[in-house]
């Protein structure tokens, strides 16, 4: 009898949804409330508090189809501002095992500033599915090491989280480098985990004042002296690149990171040549030798992005023709029908895009 | 044959081009949360009088239910049909970002596949309007609507077509992307037509499975009575687009072009026939919404991609533009044009008509004859 359940309420939500073509039931449901729609991911923000004058930390309940995530990952999340969707990418910062999402944002920027100065309580935020590799591997590391720039801490404070809500019997060290006290996000919540997990430690390094466990930026003997089984570890980085650049130096291929700060990008706009089609809406400019998305943007198109910075995919397109040159790693591809992220991808000679 | 392009000496086109460009940027400029706000409450009243009309179709015994019933469901229809699904699709709001009003995504309450609908409309039609042999919604590959498509027998059912299309408006639409009168002139081969069909298969089986037979069935006995209801709301639907649509582009001082006069037309000339091929209607706040604001045709062919909202607030604009450079701006209420229509209909349905013709380029021949 309990199987059958299911299946007839799928066949109801079929039903309905054969009845409510061809919108579809989401279209109506929000209507009435926005968090009732069953195939779109909302989240409705049940809690706003200031940990520092520049950040805010949203709590969210995300309405049914959120499938979970994994510790370390991020979410695309999608704000209105003047009528326009926009859309940056976050770390939640909780356990996986919560279920209640925790995003903390500092105010920077066209999203991150909505965030903190419009959204209340009783928002409602548009989410995608999570993403992004950087996660744990499955079987815990004994030793852990996560290490913290900023508001790179959101994903390392999730695996910190996670870890210690499954009761890891290993070693973490929880490194945070910020300016100084007033900066560090998170300083109470990290001390209550710490005093509640014995084999947690958590590690302030000032880079701007005194009195730190740490002073200064990174350097090897941090590691030496608050972690030195470190080359046995696995270490994970999220913060300003000098930091992971600094730690990846140091540590190689055990590092793990997030790159969250948009990589330099260079383009050579002077020598750039062809033709750029998007072949759906039939428009066509010279190659300004500008990543495509700005072209497509410039040629009056609208494609959905979201990061700018060739992380989140949102802004990904069938390229139909032509080579493009990745921006990020200089690697030229000509692939025939190859999906190519928008932001990154510089036109080398005439391309096509089916957009 | 130069007809269309002589109508204003280059300088002067190019300037009115700009003009009209600076409009269009002028309004892109200012669009922004009014214009969102805007059309979602323009869906939430249509998807509030969908619900409302099939739930009064469950007490259909009962006449004044059925016809409440039936009035909300037309209203639904033609608001989602023409204020939401033709704009949004014609891109109009996919500067906000949003999946449901992307236009790559929206998919309307019609038979007629949104996709096939696109490349037929936004395409073939905004991009050669009115010219003969290109643009597919002169006659709609039926009928006879201009002096300069060769007369045949055929054509002496004109006006029956005509009204026949009416009926089945949302049909005839859907059969356009088949372009049957050009597979029976040899020039399509039915193998073309394989994509196309399938997506007018599964479209019109979801559309009349919903009409016909899921709402019919739910309300059991009285399933004839909603299977008529539904029928009447598409009815409704179908002769209210057929003319608003008609008014559009074939009022008899609207005028056509040949492809010749239309070669290497810059943005400025484009914008010129766009004008002189199309036609207002004049009416309240209210019609205006109901006809998608299409009764602002000359607007729309300007500015296809701009939200239709802000037709109305241009108009006396776009007005004043073609006044100071000499040109017609059609324009009338709703039964002028449509007895102009008609008129046009039955008058072509004969191999002789007027001795005024209507393209641009045949009126010079005539007067250098």
Same mark, same amino acid.
């Given at each position: 009898?309990?199987?059958?359940?299911?299946?007839?309420?799928?066949?109801?939500?079929?039903?309905?949804?054969?009845?409510?073509?061809?919108?579809?039931?989401?279209?109506?449901?929000?209507?009435?409330?926005?968090?009732?729609?069953?195939?779109?991911?909302? &989240?409705?923000?049940?809690?706003?508090?200031?940990?520092?004058p520049? /950040?805010?930390?949203?709590?969210?309940?995300?309405?049914?189809?959120?499938?979970?995530?994994?510790? &370390?990952?991020?979410?695309?999340?999608?704000?209105?501002?003047?009528?326009?969707?926009?859309?940056r990418?976050?770390?939640?910062?909780? /356990?996986?095992?919560?279920?209640?999402?925790?995003?903390?944002?500092?105010?920077?920027?066209?999203?991150?500033?909505?965030?903190?100065?419009?959204?209340?309580?009783?928002?409602?935020?548009?989410?995608?599915?999570?993403?992004?590799?950087?996660?744990?591997?499955?079987?815990?590391?004994?030793?852990?090491?996560?290490?913290?720039g900023?508001?790179?801490?959101t994903?390392?404070?999730?695996?910190?989280?996670t870890?210690? *809500?499954?009761?890891?019997?290993?070693?973490?060290?929880?490194?945070?480098?910020?300016?100084?006290?007033?900066?560090?996000?998170?300083?109470?919540?990290?001390?209550?985990?710490?005093?509640?997990?014995?084999?947690?430690?958590?590690?302030?390094?000032? *880079?701007? /004042?005194?009195? &730190?466990?740490?002073?200064?930026?990174?350097?090897?003997?941090?590691?030496?002296?608050?972690?030195?089984?470190?080359?046995?570890?696995?270490?994970?980085?999220?913060?300003?690149?000098?930091?992971?650049?600094?730690?990846?130096?140091?540590? &190689?291929?055990?590092?793990?990171?997030?790159?969250?700060?948009?990589?330099?990008?260079?383009?050579?706009?002077?020598?750039?040549?062809?033709?750029?089609?998007?072949?759906?809406?039939?428009r066509?400019?010279?190659?300004?030798?500008?990543?495509l998305?700005?072209?497509?943007?410039?040629?009056?198109?609208?494609?959905?992005?979201?990061?700018?910075?060739?992380?989140?995919?949102?802004?990904t397109?069938?390229?139909?023709?032509?080579?493009?040159?990745?921006?990020?790693?200089?690697?030229? /591809?000509g692939?025939?029908?190859?999906e190519?992220?928008?932001?990154?991808?510089?036109?080398?000679?005439?391309?096509?895009?089916?957009? | 044959?130069?007809?269309?392009q002589?109508?204003?000496?280059?300088?002067?086109?190019?300037?009115?081009?700009?003009?009209?460009? !600076?409009?269009?940027?002028?309004?892109?400029?200012?669009?922004?949360q009014?214009?969102?706000?805007?059309?979602?409450?323009?869906?939430?009243?249509?998807?509030?009088?969908?619900?409302?009309?099939?739930?009064?179709?469950?007490?259909? =015994?009962?006449?004044?239910?059925?016809?409440?019933?039936?009035?909300?469901?037309?209203?639904a229809?033609?608001?989602?049909?023409?204020?939401?699904? #033709?704009?949004?699709?014609?891109?109009?709001?996919?500067?906000?970002?949003?999946?449901?009003?992307?236009?790559?995504?929206? !998919?309307?309450?019609?038979?007629?596949?949104? !996709?096939?609908?696109?490349?037929?409309?936004?395409?073939?039609?905004?991009?050669?309007?009115?010219?003969?042999?290109?643009?597919?919604?002169?006659?709609?590959?039926?009928?006879?609507?201009?002096?300069?498509?060769?007369?045949?027998?055929?054509?002496?059912?004109n006006?029956?077509? %005509?009204?026949?299309?009416?009926?089945?408006?949302?049909?005839?639409?859907?059969?356009?992307?088949?372009?049957?009168?050009?597979?029976?002139?040899?020039?399509?081969?039915?193998?073309?037509?394989?994509?196309?069909?399938?997506?007018?298969?599964?479209?019109?089986?979801?559309?009349?499975?919903?009409? +016909?037979?899921?709402?019919?069935?739910?309300?059991?006995?009285?399933?004839?009575?909603?299977?008529?209801?539904?029928?009447?709301?598409?009815?409704?639907?179908?002769?209210?687009?057929?003319?608003?649509?008609?008014?559009?582009?074939?009022?008899? !001082?609207?005028?056509?072009?040949?492809?010749?006069?239309?070669?290497?037309?810059?943005?400025?000339?484009?914008?010129?026939?766009?004008?002189?091929?199309?036609?207002?209607?004049?009416?309240?706040?209210?019609? #205006?919404i109901?006809?998608?604001?299409?009764?602002?045709?000359?607007?729309? #062919?300007? =500015?296809?991609?701009?939200?239709?909202?802000?037709?109305?607030?241009?108009?006396?604009?776009?007005?004043?533009?073609?006044?100071? +450079?000499?040109?017609?701006?059609?324009?009338?209420?709703?039964?002028?044009?449509?007895?102009?229509? %008609?008129k046009?209909?039955?008058?072509?349905?004969?191999?002789?008509?007027?001795?005024?013709?209507?393209?641009?380029?045949?009126?010079?021949?005539?007067? %250098?004859?």
């Open positions: 009898m309990t199987a059958l359940i299911p299946r007839r309420v799928r066949s109801l939500a079929s039903l309905a949804e054969a009845l409510l073509t061809p919108h579809g039931m989401d279209r109506y449901l929000e209507l009435v409330d926005p968090m009732l729609v069953r195939r779109e991911i909302r &989240g409705l923000v049940t809690a706003v508090r200031k940990q520092t520049d /950040s805010v930390t949203l709590t969210v309940k995300p309405s049914r189809a959120w499938p979970g995530f994994t510790a &370390g990952q991020y979410v695309r999340l999608q704000v209105e501002i003047d009528g326009v969707r926009r859309t990418c976050y770390s939640p910062c909780g /356990s996986q095992y919560d279920g209640e999402l925790e995003f903390t944002v500092k105010e920077q920027g066209l999203v991150s500033g909505h965030l903190n100065r419009a959204i209340g309580v009783g928002s409602v935020l548009n989410l995608s599915t999570p993403d992004g590799g950087f996660t744990l591997p499955a079987a815990r590391p004994g030793r852990v090491l996560l290490i913290a900023g508001s790179g801490i994903p390392v404070l999730a695996m910190a989280r870890l210690v *809500t499954e009761g890891h019997t290993g070693e973490i060290v929880f490194v945070q480098y910020s300016n100084g006290p007033a900066d560090a996000l998170y300083r109470t919540e990290l001390a209550e985990l710490a005093a509640r997990h014995p084999g947690l430690r958590v590690v302030h390094a000032y *880079t701007h /004042s005194k009195g &730190g466990d740490l002073n200064g930026f990174f350097a090897p003997e941090h590691l030496a002296r608050v972690a030195p089984w470190f080359r046995d570890a696995e270490a994970f980085v999220c913060g300003p690149k000098p930091l992971m650049d600094a730690v990846r130096d140091h540590l &190689g291929e055990r590092v793990h990171t997030e790159e969250f700060t948009p990589p330099a990008l260079t383009f050579d706009t002077a020598n750039a040549e062809g033709q750029v089609r998007f072949k759906r809406s039939g066509e400019c010279a190659n300004s030798g500008k990543p998305l700005e072209q497509a943007e410039e040629a009056g198109l609208s494609p959905e992005h979201g990061c700018r910075m060739g992380i989140c995919f949102s802004c397109q069938l390229k139909t023709a032509g080579r493009v040159r990745n921006a990020k790693t200089g690697e030229i /591809s692939e025939e029908d190859e190519i992220q928008l932001c990154i991808s510089v036109p080398v000679g005439d391309v096509e895009i089916d957009a | 044959m130069t007809g269309l002589d109508r204003l000496t280059p300088e002067q086109v190019e300037e009115f081009g700009r003009e009209l460009d !600076e409009l269009r940027q002028r309004t892109v400029d200012d669009l922004g009014e214009d969102v706000d805007y059309i979602h409450n323009v869906i939430k009243t249509q998807r509030g009088l969908e619900v409302a009309g099939r739930a009064l179709l469950f007490a259909g =015994f009962f006449p004044p239910a059925w016809l409440a019933g039936v009035g909300a469901l037309s209203l229809k033609v608001l989602d049909n023409m204020e939401i699904g #033709h704009n949004v699709m014609h891109g109009q709001y996919d500067w906000t970002r949003d999946p449901a009003l992307s236009s790559q995504r929206f !998919e309307w309450d019609n038979v007629a596949p949104a !996709e096939n609908w696109r490349h037929s409309h936004n395409y073939i039609h905004h991009t050669y309007t009115n010219i003969l042999d290109k643009d597919r919604d002169i006659g709609y590959g039926v009928l006879r609507m201009d002096p300069a498509q060769k007369w045949h027998p055929y054509y002496l059912g006006p029956a077509y %005509a009204a026949l299309l009416a009926v089945f408006f949302q049909w005839g639409v859907m059969l356009h992307d088949l372009e049957f009168d050009r597979i029976v002139k040899g020039e399509r081969k039915w193998s073309d037509t394989t994509e196309v069909v399938r997506k007018m298969v599964k479209k019109a089986s979801r559309q009349v499975g919903k009409d +016909y037979v899921l709402f019919p069935l739910l309300t059991g006995p009285l399933a004839p009575l909603t299977f008529a209801g539904n029928a009447t709301a598409n009815l409704v639907r179908n002769l209210w687009s057929f003319s608003i649509i008609f008014c559009g582009h074939f009022p008899a !001082e609207v005028e056509s072009f040949t492809e010749e006069e239309t070669e290497n037309e810059s943005r400025g000339q484009w914008y010129l026939r766009q004008i002189l091929g199309s036609a207002n209607i004049t009416g309240g706040p209210l019609f #205006h109901m006809s998608g604001n299409l009764s602002h045709q000359i607007e729309h #062919h300007l =500015f296809p991609d701009i939200p239709a909202r802000r037709y109305p607030q241009i108009a006396g604009e776009v007005r004043a533009i073609c006044e100071k +450079y000499g040109l017609p701006y059609h324009t009338g209420p709703l039964h002028k044009q449509l007895w102009s229509v %008609a046009k209909l039955v008058k072509l349905a004969l191999p002789r008509t007027s001795p005024a013709p209507t393209t641009v380029g045949a009126d010079r021949q005539l007067r %250098a004859a």
